[in-house]
Structure formats: C-alpha cells, structure tokens
Nanobody, 116 residues
C-alpha cells in the first residue's frame, strides 16, 4: 500500500526556516492536486497551501509571502518551504495528494514547533 512519508519538521526559533517534504513510498499515478494542511492544538485543521497539476497555487492569508509550495513530478514529491516562521505557525503539518486516478493519500504528519 502506497504511503506518503513526510519529513523536515522540528524545532526552530522565530524568524527561522524549515523545508517540509512529502514523498510517496511507492509508485503512484501522477499528482493531480497536492495540499499542505496544519492543525494546532485545540484548533481545526486548516489548508495552508495548494498546488494543482496546472500549476495553480494558493495560500492561506496567514502564510502568504512566507511559505512556498512546490512539487517534483519526477519524484512524486511535494515540498513546503517555510520562512520567517512565527510561534503561531506551530502545528502538526500534513500533506495530501490527489492522484490522476482519484487516489487520496495522506501523510502521517510532522510536528513544527516555533519557539525561542
């Protein structure tokens, strides 16, 4: 069974950067849509960034100008570059990939903690 493997989370000081990666553990159809979500303690999961097969990108207002989503189609991998991190960015981050054959895959989540 194909799984999404996330990496890159950790503890960082305010103003720092992290790069999250989300890779399929096996062969999958081409990526149609890829999202990064996050969930902070006591809060609902929210969409942080999205990239489509056509290259359309959107971000939550709270991360615009600081986060960048990208994809490597050859590697079936999606990235989230996070710069100028703030304490309010602290959350578990999840990736979701929708493939061209209508598979919806979720990562296991990776913790991002922004604290001095």
């Amino acid at each position: 069974q194909v799984q999404l493997v996330e990496s890159g989370g950790g503890l960082v000081q305010p103003g720092g950067s992290l790069r999250l990666s989300c890779a399929a553990s096996g062969s999958i159809f081409s990526i149609n849509l890829a999202d990064w979500y996050r969930q902070a303690p006591g809060k609902q999961r929210e969409l942080v960034a999205q990239i489509t097969s056509g290259g359309s990108i959107k971000y939550a207002d709270s991360v615009k100008g600081r986060f960048t989503i990208s994809r490597d189609n050859a590697k079936n991998t999606v990235y989230l570059q996070m710069n100028s991190l703030k304490p309010e960015d602290t959350a578990v981050y999840y990736c979701m990939i929708a493939t061209m054959n209508d598979q919806f895959l979720w990562g296991q989540g990776t913790q991002v903690t922004v604290s001095s």
